[in-house]
């Protein structure tokens, strides 16, 4: 195998740069590695039998891919030693080898299922756009506000894509007409299982100016805070869905295309794909209600949130500018729905509408037509039950299912935290990352001691690596010996970042005072990115920022309690925190999390949730015990019951506790006095409440944090919770979710 990858990158270096492999530098070497990786995967690609599952979404964050594909192909090893004998090493590509054509859990999601699908012989193509920019490049100003800059993940040569100039098509809108050229990446399962291929698309000028065109996939998610903005946004989703469909069309032909393929469409982004097949078919000389029904058999449609104001909606006169004659077959689809329901008593057509007061509402559009309708946790599926989509569950409850969300062992166990993935392999007696259904074994050694020691060290270790990092990549000093309490994810009101940095306020109030003398050392860890034209949740950064700024200098508690927020969090930076991770903090308001997935991955390699009981948070605690982990904090019945007498400015004024904590943003205690008066007047005003109710959770969650805190000086009995975590991590993983989807939707018969 050596001599094999030794002969083939000699011979791509010469072809492509005329250099030998150690004359070659990053980027030609990097360019050369993609070349060979693309090569074995023309010579492993397996004939296509049967039908076919596309994933339609708007975001898929890759990350690192030289890394997951050559672990994937089970070559890293060979690759490392042939590039060391020539005087390099796959850790140059450390700062280049990050895929952004995502921003959060629903890109990742979508990238770990593609994963999953070719590791599991599961034929899912993926279809996307190849933005140019990710959503933008986090740092912070002086003051600790947060600043964007061009995200250019591009700044070097794409070494994976593989352009399809031949198979670009048009994509017509009111005004312009683009040409949609494609770009395939391989997806390659665990031990070429599969290959599977993600495709996407680029705009380029046809009828329009150059720049016209480059907005389209300039970047991802772009401020729809103006009317032009809104019309990027819609321009993106056409955009996507009529280049995919036209070409999914020339690839299988439309004459019975619902028994060739089954598309999932991941969330609301890319429903205009409904209306755009019938479109298409209709150019065909497909009548609307044939089309109709074809797609009623093609489509499935995956809901993402329990927020009302979340599901995506279109101004009709947008719509009717942008791309009439979608907005017309969608005027059609609306008259069929509401005269199939002018009799029917069981739900208010309003409530039903596609088209109502001036608006497009494209769940109602998708929950109408799709054949299938799935949530992404136990919790999220039973509230769009029963709330967010009751009317369409009592129409249609058969098109109802559950899917919990899951994520890839390949890059969350095997690539990021080798060292335990090889340990759990040891003593489960089977490579663990292809059989991690037989990490439930590990439960048998829970009252080891040699075990849970080796699993402390494997924890310590991967700690002092990320101190190393940190102090690297941010100039920080990181105590490996503190307890690491890591809350990483997008910057939002309902994740409730404020809620943690008022608990890590708590402790240096009082730690400061001499109290909480028993408790070990704690750094506290946030990473996640606000939406740009977010204020509140800018704010929110900010304070994280100021407070962390005056603790991280004050002597009175140096050596009890640190603070640190990492900018531009991406899936590198994931890759390395995540292991070293000792509590996970999983803290949205119960009922709004729809699933989340950084509890599994952080699950998966060993930290304790701590945590309420929301999203996938309730099944970690059914699968893992909630005995192995942190629950506090209202219920989601509770916090609809209080939601109808909430008085947060009355708790505030009661509880000393609270009072204490959201009086530092005002008093000038972190930052300028009164510098925060927007984000504790939206905590404590008695007219308009905090819909999220922070303060109601605040002294259940410093209680539970003060008990995990505690709890962690005691070696076994924490080292133990760990272990029965990754022990019942197995029902976390995408295989999982993808074998649901494909037996229940994609391939049912």
Known sequence: ??????????????????????ALDKEELYCVLGALVNEKCDFHRKQTCGKTAIYFSIEYLIGKLLYSNLYNM?????????????????????DIDDY?????????????????????????????????????????????????????????????????????????????????????????????????????????KLTCDESDAEKIYEYLYPDDSTYEGKKLRLRQQYFLVSASLQNIISRYGIENLEDKIKIQLNDTHPILAIPELINLCIKSNMSFDAALEKCCKIFAYTNHTVMPEALEEWDSSLMKEVIPQIYGIIEKINDMLLYELSNNKEVSFCDCAVIKDGRVKMANLACYVVSHINGVAGIHTDILKKDTLSQWYRLYPEKFSNKTNGITQRRWLGLCNRVLADFLSELCGCDIVEELENIKRLESFRDDSEVLKRLREIKYQNKKDFCSYAEKAYGININPDSVFVVQIKRIHEYKRQLLAIFGAVHLYLHMKKGEYAHLPEVTFIFAGKAAAGYKMAKSIIKYINNVATVINNDTDTAGKIKIYFLPNYNVSLAEKLIPAADISLQISQAGTEASGTGNMKLMMNGAVTLGTYDGANIEICREAGEENNYIFGLRENEVNSLKVNYNPKKLYENTPVIKEAVDTLVSGKFGERYGFMDVYESLINAENPDRYMVLADLTSFISCLIDALNDFKNDKYFNKKSLMNIANSAYFSSDRTIREYAEDIWFKE
């Open 74 to 94: 089970k070559n890293t090893d060979c690759v490392e030693k042939v590039l060391r004998d020539n005087g390099h090493s796959l850790s140059e590509f450390e």
């Open 100 to 204: 952004a054509f995502g921003n959060g859990g629903l890109g990742r999601l979508a990238a770990c299922f593609l994963d999953s699908a070719a590791s599991c012989e599961i034929t899912l193509d993926g279809y996307g756009i190849r933005y140019k920019k990710g959503l933008f490049r986090q740092s912070f100003a002086d003051d600790g506000s947060q600043l964007e800059e061009a995200d250019d993940w591009q700044k070097i040569s794409d070494a994976f894509a593989i352009k399809r100039e031949e198979e670009a098509v048009n994509v017509e809108f009111s005004d312009f007409t683009v040409r949609a050229v494609p770009f395939d990446y391989n997806i390659i399962g665990y031990s070429f299982k599969r290959i599977n291929t993600l495709r996407l698309y680029e705009a380029r």
């Open 1 to 22: 195998m050596y001599k094999q990858f030794q002969d083939k990158l000699t011979e791509i270096a010469r072809d492509k740069y005329g250099k030998s492999i150690k």
